[in-house]
């Protein structure tokens, strides 16, 4: 079974500019999160899809950051613009829908570095 | 990859040791709790996890002990190797939520 891939590994940006994440969940995990790890920091929720859904958007820091799960396959996180606070690794997850175990499978991230 | 390791509090111990990562929880309400393991250039992989209704649960080679009363959580990792040498995470989940929110981390380092 393929794991949660993400692309891409390293983006570097200036501010100003415009990137997109993207991730491909596990297949048949309704859930889907999003995650950001600032250097040294902890790991702060971004948001919550149930399938095509957005759940819980409540960690999104604001509107420059728009997070969409067409089909409720994979999920593309847009950032736009760039800021500078914005470097960080951006982690996805997934996991399935039912009995709650608090598994959460991650890829391996995408390095984001704003200049 | 990322430097996981950088800023973070650091527990050094030798290769065959045990060890032991600490995590203070803030939520009273949190009835999930859970480790997550990340090596370097990789993401968190889930370790053990442990409900309210515990104060202990056993894996292999992992134990988690969890005191309420202090909200208070451990990692125990026995017969410590290199290839654990990671940053530790503990979550806790409050009842209701499906939300794992994370600490800071915890680099563990071992030297062989």
């Known amino acids: 079974e393929a794991g949660v891939t993400q692309f891409p590994s390293h983006s570097v940006i200036e501010k100003g500019q415009t990137v997109t994440l993207r991730c491909d969940p596990i297949s048949g995990h309704d859930n889907l999160y999003w995650y950001r790890r600032v250097m040294g920091k902890e790991i702060k929720f971004l948001l919550h899809f149930v399938k095509e859904s957005k759940q819980d958007e409540s960690g999104m820091p604001n509107n420059r950051f728009l997070a969409e799960r067409t089909g409720g396959t994979y999920s593309t996180l847009k950032v736009q613009p760039a800021e500078l606070e914005d470097s960080g690794v951006y982690f996805c997850a997934s996991s399935r829908l039912g009995p709650y175990t608090g598994e959460l499978f991650f890829g391996e991230g995408s390095r984001l570095t704003v200049l | 990859g990322e430097s996981v390791g950088l800023h973070l509090p650091t527990l050094s111990v030798q290769e065959g040791d045990n060890s032991i990562i600490n995590c203070a929880y803030s939520n009273s309400a949190s009835d999930y709790f859970i480790w997550y393991k990340q090596e370097s250039g990789k993401g968190p992989q889930f370790i ?61 380092i071992v030297h062989p």
């Open chain 2, 48 to 108: 053990i996890d442990i409900r309210s209704n515990m104060d202990k649960r056993q894996g292999q080679r992992v134990t988690v002990l969890l005191n309420k009363t202090v909200k208070h959580l451990s990692l125990q990792i026995a017969a410590t190797q290199p290839g654990d040498s990671a940053v530790y995470f503990c979550a806790e989940i409050p009842g209701g939520s499906y939300i794992p929110t994370f600490g800071r981390g915890t680099s563990l």
